[in-house]
């Protein structure tokens, strides 16, 4: 108790910590010299100790009429299932008149009893030995042993006598097989021995209970199996653990939200290299018109006797007699001036394209980012509510646990009122209570690991993918449209 490591709770019903819980029962056989009137008489035997291992009151033998001399009671075990701590313990046993009157009593130590078949002399109120007055009774002592796992401990105290109940079934399945189906009644009258030679005498009936030398081998194995799988199977909600997906790129770009920007920008992409073309289309016929035009006057002139040099006739038309229409200088002016103004405009939508581009991939990348924040936000959000989920399935288990017990408890036949009812209903419910918490610590380590290992890997991938976000914007602001610029219509020339 003065260990820093240990709890003391006096009003718990759990067993103290290095403690092992006792068990005890008390058979109140007969008396002895109780009285040399002819009286009634009958006993009570309570337990004192913490508030938990209190029991006074109840256990009480049914009364022998006109007997004081040798009463036999003989009456049903008196048992105290679960001692917390029995080296606090007291055992009191005593006898009363039929009036309430005390005729005798002993009080013992817990820890200081023997096993047994036992004369208990009784002593007055006052802790004075009386002479003759004496109680014969069966004391039985053993570790407490939780509900549910008796046949397991059996087997463990008395593995020979499993061992041997199942050869025994072994070798009368074998012989009946062989034997035919003439051979049946006879199996199961060899089957039947087994189980009286195996049943318990009334002396080692409170100390091991039956192994249950009847019962099939796989009965057995299946009730150990359960046994061992109790807190496993009805504590633990086993639930699928969900893998997060990877956050990649790829993954943002499938996105709805994603698809929907890059087809509003595709769109607009394709709008503007429509009205690219359309520009240079009017434009080019507008070059086509005014050049034409040109062409045309140098004919006239050329045709002219006094611009023409000798008669000799400059024919322009599809680009012939170059020379003569290239040495015209309001000619050369006019095509120096159209490839200014088609360079002018090629640049020009080449910078819109590109700008519009840039502006693309900056929405892009903010959209990205907005969606990589939502996505490790939804997965957060996502294992938050399955953690949330798998608690209230184990607080749901936890009372259909308790709804069980007490149903279980309420059908069973030896229990004898009801305040005997209650302290097991407690004390199933503490022991569950127990298990659940601990359940739920191994939960919450659980849940705040992996809550770790999804926060780490949120991190590394949100590094991972700003770095290759960060590229991406760098290489959309540096990358230049290296398309050739659209040649100038050969009919300027």
């Given at each position: 108790m003065r260990r820093p490591d240990r709890t003391f709770d006096p009003y718990a019903e759990s067993p103290v910590d290095g403690v092992i819980a006792a068990f005890c029962s008390v058979r109140v056989i007969s008396g002895?010299?109780?009285?040399?009137?002819?009286?009634?008489?009958?006993?009570?035997?309570?337990?004192?100790g913490l508030p938990a291992d209190t029991i006074r009151k109840e256990y009480r033998t049914k009364t022998i009429p006109a007997n004081g001399l040798n009463p036999r009671y003989d009456e049903s075990v008196f048992e105290f299932r679960k001692i917390v701590l029995p080296d606090l313990a007291i055992l009191r046993i005593a006898v009363y008149e039929e009036t309430g009157k005390l005729i005798g009593q002993r009080v013992l130590p817990l820890d200081g009893l023997q096993a047994g078949y036992r004369h208990i002399s009784l002593r007055t109120e006052g802790n004075f030995p009386l002479s003759l007055p004496t109680i014969f009774c069966q004391i039985i002592l053993k570790s407490y042993v939780p509900d549910g796992l008796s046949d397991f401990v059996n087997q463990l105290n008395q593995p020979l006598l499993m061992k041997k109940t199942e050869d025994l079934l072994n070798a009368?399945?074998?012989?009946?097989?062989?034997?035919?189906?003439?051979?049946?009644?006879?199996?199961?009258?060899?089957?039947?021995?087994?189980?009286?030679?195996?049943?318990?005498?009334l002396d080692s009936k409170a100390t091991t209970t039956s192994a249950g030398a009847a019962s099939s081998l796989s009965t057995n194995t299946a009730s150990t199996t359960d046994i061992t799988s109790l807190a496993s199977s009805t504590i633990k909600p086993k639930t699928p653990v969900e893998t997060m997906t990877l956050i990649s790129l790829d993954y943002l770009r499938e996105q709805k939200s994603f698809c929907k920007l890059k087809h509003k920008q595709d769109k607009d992409l394709a709008l503007m290299k429509k009205k690219h073309a359309k520009e240079q289309t009017a434009l080019g016929e507008q070059q086509s018109k005014i050049m034409s035009k040109a062409k045309t006057d140098c004919e006239k002139l050329a045709r002219?006797?006094?611009?023409?040099?000798?008669?000799?006739?400059?024919?322009?038309?599809?680009?012939?007699?170059?020379?003569?229409?290239?040495?015209?200088?309001?000619?050369?002016?006019?095509?120096n001036e159209q490839n200014v103004e088609w360079t002018t405009l090629v640049q020009r939508q080449l910078i819109e394209m590109n700008t519009l581009r840039r502006q693309h991939a900056r929405e892009q990348c903010d959209l990205l980012r907005l969606l990589l924040d939502e996505t490790q936000k939804n997965q957060i959000k996502e294992i938050t509510e399955r953690h949330l989920k798998e608690k209230k399935d184990l607080e749901l288990s936890q009372v259909r646990q308790n709804i069980e017990d007490s149903k279980r408890l309420g059908s069973e036949k030896n229990i004898r009122n009801k305040m005997e009812l209650d302290?097991?209903?407690?004390?199933?419910?503490?022991?569950?209570?127990?298990?659940?918490?601990?359940?739920?610590?191994?939960?919450?380590?659980?849940?705040?690991?992996?809550?770790?290992n999804l926060t780490k890997s949120h991190e590394t991938q949100?590094?991972?993918?700003?770095?290759?976000?960060?590229?991406?914007?760098?290489y959309s602001v540096n990358y230049q449209d290296e398309t050739p610029m659209a040649r100038f219509p050969s009919s300027s020339v």
């Open positions: 002895q010299f109780l009285s040399d009137k002819k009286i009634g008489t009958y006993v009570e035997v309570d337990m004192y009368s399945v074998t012989t009946s097989s062989d034997a035919g189906p003439n051979s049946s009644s006879s199996s199961v009258r060899r089957a039947r021995a087994i189980e009286s030679t195996s049943t318990p005498s002219s006797p006094m611009l023409g040099g000798g008669g000799t006739r400059k024919d322009l038309s599809n680009g012939g007699n170059l020379t003569a229409a290239k040495g015209d200088p309001k000619l050369m002016d006019l095509i302290r097991r209903v407690r004390e199933l419910k503490s022991n569950n209570t127990k298990k659940f918490v601990e359940e739920r610590k191994r939960q919450t380590m659980k849940h705040e690991r992996e809550k770790d949100k590094t991972t993918l700003l770095a290759e976000i960060d590229k991406m914007l760098e």
